[in-house]
């Protein structure tokens, strides 16, 4: 609802989809934040929030692509 009034940053909406336990709706929004080259980008890969699906070939993969 809040998106339809103004932006909405996707590491939120991200993190959002993570506490709720989407998975794959957490790497959708994770691969906007890369193609939007996100400021936020990097810290995925030092949050502990994402501890979660840090394990999993998708973030890998994307942690990867951003050369980090």
């Known amino acids: 609802e809040l998106a339809r009034k103004r932006y909405v940053p ?3 909406v991200a ?7 989407e998975t ?3 790497f959708e929004w994770l691969e906007r ?3 939007d080259r996100s400021v936020s980008m ?4 030092m949050d502990p929030q994402w501890d979660s ?5 998708r973030f890998q993969e994307l942690v990867r692509r ?3």
Do not use: F, H, T
């Open 10 to 12: 996707p590491y939120d």
């Open 15 to 21: 993190a959002v989809y993570l506490g709720l336990g």
């Open 24 to 26: 794959d709706r957490v």
């Open 33 to 35: 934040m890369y193609q």
């Open 42 to 45: 990097p810290w995925i890969n």
């Open 53 to 57: 699906v840090r394990s999993d070939p």
């Open 66 to 68: 951003m050369k980090l």
